[in-house]
């Protein structure tokens, strides 16, 4: 339950919030993993049955044929692996954000998080999410894939608290609309890479620059303190519908069979990142 007290610390914290805006759970993590995590892997445009993968020379490096040249049953296999995956973080996601808010611990992480200098969050989390990339697209052993896919789901659920807090109080109910609509948006997306296709893998360089030129807005409006608006937002759920489109374009195309922990984290990041969006756009709509 909320005191008087702790919506009035909470209301002073929402222009803090509105101020840094980036999606510390998506679009730094995601921007992360394309700088140098598993979905940055320099993979070929046209996948074989006899491709061989290799990891850039700054990562650990294993082999493997990407999943686009082997035979319907492993295709099915890897894919049925990876969205269970990510259907798995999804929902410990959303278990570890109702332990926190039933506990009363997410009013705590919000006003601890809300008191320290967001640059400083913002940093650790994209250190923490390139660390879980790497390791996930990297690192032949299961349990250390399962860790980093963990300690990645973990993190995100602890940044988005403060939003989350912030939502609950100011517009009750927006929290379960921007994610029916974050879903509905991701199976749509999903939908056209799967009936069409065709390979987005040309979104990398746009996503790349769009993440890094977001990120320099970000950090100029808490630095010089102006407010980023409505259509920030919607360019980043844009962004986040590119990624997704890129992210499960090379999960289907070029991932190796045994890296459909990988293939979840990335997706996972995408939809996080809007969520996120989605979530900001719906509260700005009933202040």
Excluded: C
Excluded at 4 to 18: D, F, I, M, P, Q
Excluded at 229 to 241: E, H, K, P, R
């Amino acid at each position: 339950m909320f005191t008087n007290t702790n919506r009035l610390a909470l209301a002073r914290h929402y222009r803090v919030l509105l101020l840094m805006g980036f999606d510390f759970a998506g679009a730094a993590g995601s921007m992360a993993v394309l700088a140098g995590g598993g979905a940055g892997t320099s993979f070929p445009a046209q996948p074989t049955a006899g491709t061989q993968l290799t990891m850039n020379p700054s990562q650990a490096t294993y082999t493997g044929p990407a999943v686009a040249g082997l035979d319907i049953n492993a295709r099915a296999t890897f894919i049925t692996r990876t969205y269970a995956h990510l259907g798995g973080a999804i929902i410990g996601f959303t278990l570890i954000e109702m332990y926190l808010f039933s506990s009363g611990w997410a009013e705590r992480i919000a006003s601890a998080m809300l008191s320290v200098n967001w640059l400083l969050v913002l940093g650790s989390f994209v250190l923490v999410s390139w660390l879980a990339s790497w390791a996930a697209g990297s690192l032949e052993s299961k349990p250390a894939q399962y860790a980093a896919l963990t300690g990645f789901v973990v993190a995100q659920a602890i940044v988005f608290v403060p939003l989350l807090v912030i939502a609950q109080s100011r517009a009750p109910g927006v929290i379960e609309s921007a994610a029916v609509v974050t879903l509905i948006g991701f199976a749509a997306l999903t939908a056209v890479v799967v009936f069409t296709r065709k390979d987005f893998s040309f979104l990398r360089g746009i996503l790349m620059w769009g993440g890094f030129l977001a990120l320099g807005a970000i950090v100029g409006a808490v630095i010089f303190k102006f407010n980023l608006g409505t259509w920030f937002s919607v360019a980043m759920v844009a962004l986040a519908g590119g990624a997704i489109l890129y992210d499960t374009s090379n999960v289907l195309q070029r991932y190796p069979e045994d890296r459909y922990v990988s293939a979840a984290l990335q997706l996972f990041a995408s939809v996080a990142l809007m969520f996120w969006y989605v979530l900001r756009l719906f509260m700005g709509s009933r202040r």
